[in-house]
């Protein structure tokens, strides 16, 4: 099954690419590696605001940064020329948890990404990654995720 059967089976639609919201650009690509800006969870359309340990649970947490990776998907279709299936794997993910100082399953609310990233993907979903406590994020967004990518070459 290919990746957008998979999004369908899943009944998920991927949004409009993301626009950035500052002086950036949402990706950057160097030979066949793309570099995905941050991007931060969403819900309803808004930023997902909350704190780990405080205001969120790990499981909701989690489910934040799956709603990250949708987005990602998104752009990352973007930087591919609109197909996916040009992926050739995901290289590196770097997830950023708004939390409190004593809170400690960034790792776990980094699976939501994880875990999708490879539940759409496949073998080309497995990544290397990092998952770091922040205390804050911009809008008092409760998740920011970039990655880095490699593309097959364009059939151009």
């Known amino acids: 099954m290919g990746i957008y059967e998979k999004l369908q089976a899943l009944q998920i639609t991927l949004p409009p690419a993301a626009k950035p919201v500052a002086a950036y650009s949402m990706y950057s690509q160097t030979g066949n590696l793309v570099f995905l800006s941050g991007h931060i969870a969403k819900k309803d359309g808004a930023a997902w605001v909350g704190q780990l340990g405080k205001d969120l649970t790990t499981g909701e947490g989690k489910l934040a940064a799956r709603a990250v990776g949708i987005d990602l998907l998104s752009t990352l279709q973007a930087a591919a020329g609109g197909d996916l299936e040009r992926v050739k794997r995901i290289v590196k993910v770097l997830s950023l948890v708004n939390s409190t100082a ?12 994880s875990e999708f990233l490879v539940e759409i993907l496949g073998d080309k979903g497995v990544h290397a990654r990092s998952a770091f406590g922040v205390a804050q994020l911009p809008m008092g967004a409760c998740v920011e995720i970039e990655l880095i990518a490699e ?3 364009s059939a151009l």
Do not use: Q
């Open 102 to 113: 004593d809170y400690t399953e960034h790792h776990l609310v980094t699976n939501g990404v």
């Open 151 to 153: 593309l097959e070459d």
